[in-house]
């Protein structure tokens, strides 16, 4: 009791700008802390569960189940890594006074190109590619290790070095090219906005994110994979039937080459109002599939990047299941998931803005973070955004959890009225098996991180239908 009194008498001696900065680093370790005893407990499964559970015998072999459970531990342990390393970098760099430092090295770097402290804009843009560069350049290790050591050894990864850096550098060139500009016009709506300056902001950020959730699939992805419209025939057919009939308002459906990267598989949708566009895998066909052809086959010298590895096993879905999946995500459309989502982030977008303006003049915050006589705009959002938010935004993230599961279980429900409980149901497995996911979990780990159902409860809703 005398050391929590010292404690606290201590913590009130404080300065405004050292509690404000003491608290940010606590909350940053206690949410680090709180997500290593999750993984620890979701590793001790891991070890553990060595056999097929009773209940997963009918849906899976023992020996994929083995070779998840080492996949999904390796995955685990270098989470666990990755993690330390992070948040001890993030220490360090508040410590060590990292941010004003990359501030006033951006001022000396715009200083020379002629444009002084009045350019405020110009040093954040500075700023901010420095920071960019830096997170890049940091984390490239980790990305190395993870694809080449921890992705290859499972038997997923499909590139090569050269290709690697090559994605890796145009990815870079490419988010620079996005993010410069739409800070700097940012930055100027918030100093030319006046006393509703966070309401231009956010109308602002909310136009942006719609033109590129818009142009995303058509303009920036073609850049990194390959699309090809699905050819005509049976598949095609029925996927327009079936769109039809919910009154999607399907225009094209693509086939990505994402197995020129992964052997991961994925399906979504796109585009807005009567413009929809449907994007399916490669590594989702069963009759795409590289991993299903005896050998890659050589065109316009992509072979010398990607390396596929053929394995005597069928990887994807039959035409009924992919029909099942896609029944699946358009049922996120039509019971407006989609829609909701948007409104849930633009209504939080919009208080994050709001709430930027009534702190953004409250010195003590810059102070506590090393800027003592300049309150730069940028760094302004850096620090509230990221800092000052961290508690609501991982209370808001664990409840857009909650509310992602109740939307995946809408949507298999969903698929279960157009009569595809059956062919879901056997979809299901199939990507489980094909992903190596693990299907058994620890309970608050599965709570705190699960945005889908695990695979025993979504099959379980399932298995009433599929037996009808």
């Not at 997963?56 to 990755?82: N, V």
């Not at 080459?257 to 069963?286: C, Q």
Request: proline share 3%; charged share 20%.
């Amino acid at each position: 009791r005398g050391v929590m009194a010292l404690s606290g008498e201590v913590w009130v001696e404080l300065s405004a700008e050292k509690r404000i900065f003491c608290s940010v680093l606590l909350f940053s370790w206690a949410v680090y802390l709180w997500e290593a005893f999750l993984a620890h407990r979701q590793r001790r499964v891991y070890r553990t569960t060595t056999h097929v559970p009773r209940e997963l015998g009918q849906i899976m072999d023992s020996e994929t189940f083995e070779k998840s459970r080492l996949y999904q531990l390796d995955k685990s342990t270098f989470s666990f890594w990755s993690g330390l390393y992070s948040e001890v970098e993030g220490t360090m760099i508040l410590l060590c006074g990292g941010i004003p430092f990359l501030w006033n090295l951006s001022g000396q770097i715009s200083g020379h190109a002629g444009f002084g402290p009045e350019y405020e804009i110009v040093q954040s843009l500075v700023f901010l590619l420095l920071a960019t560069l830096f997170s890049a350049v940091t984390g490239l290790p980790w990305s190395l290790y993870n694809t080449f050591v921890i992705e290859e050894k499972h038997g997923f990864n499909q590139q090569t070095l050269g290709f690697f850096f090559k994605d890796a550098v145009k990815k870079f060139v490419v988010t620079q090219c996005i993010l410069l500009p739409v800070t700097s016009l940012l930055l100027y709506i918030i100093k030319i906005g006046g006393d509703y300056f966070f309401i231009y902001a956010w109308l602002f950020t909310l136009v942006v994110s719609l033109v590129l959730v818009t142009i995303y699939a058509d303009y920036i992805a073609p850049l990194f994979d390959k699309f090809i419209p699905l050819p005509e025939g049976e598949l095609k057919q029925q996927i327009e039937t079936m769109a039809k009939s919910i009154d999607f308002p399907l225009t094209k459906v693509y086939v990505v080459e994402g197995s020129k990267r992964s052997s991961h598989s994925n399906a979504y949708f796109y585009g807005f109002f009567k413009n929809k566009r449907i994007v399916l895998f490669d590594t989702l066909l069963e009759d795409y599939s590289a991993m299903n052809k005896e050998s890659a086959e050589e065109e316009d010298g992509e072979n010398e990047e990607t390396k596929y590895k053929n394995t005597n096993k069928k990887q994807g879905c039959k035409n009924e299941e992919v029909l099942a999946v896609l029944g699946h995500e358009l049922g996120h459309w039509k019971l407006g998931h989609t829609v909701k989502n948007i409104i849930i982030s633009q209504m939080n977008s919009f208080l994050c803005f709001f709430l930027f303006a009534v702190l953004i003049g409250r010195k003590e915050l810059f102070a506590a973070f090393g800027f003592y006589d300049t309150q730069p705009t940028l760094i302004g959002l850096m620090i509230i955004f990221q800092f000052i938010f961290s508690p609501y935004n991982e209370v808001l993230s664990f409840c857009l959890t909650v509310l992602s599961r109740r939307f995946e279980f809408q949507a298999d429900a969903f698929a279960k009225e157009l009569g595809k409980a059956k062919d879901l149901y056997s979809a299901l497995i199939k990507l489980n098996k094909d992903n190596l996911g693990f299907p058994v979990s620890d309970w608050i780990f599965s709570m705190w991180h699960y945005s889908h159902p695990p695979l025993l409860e979504r099959l379980q809703a399932l298995k009433d239908a599929k037996q009808e």
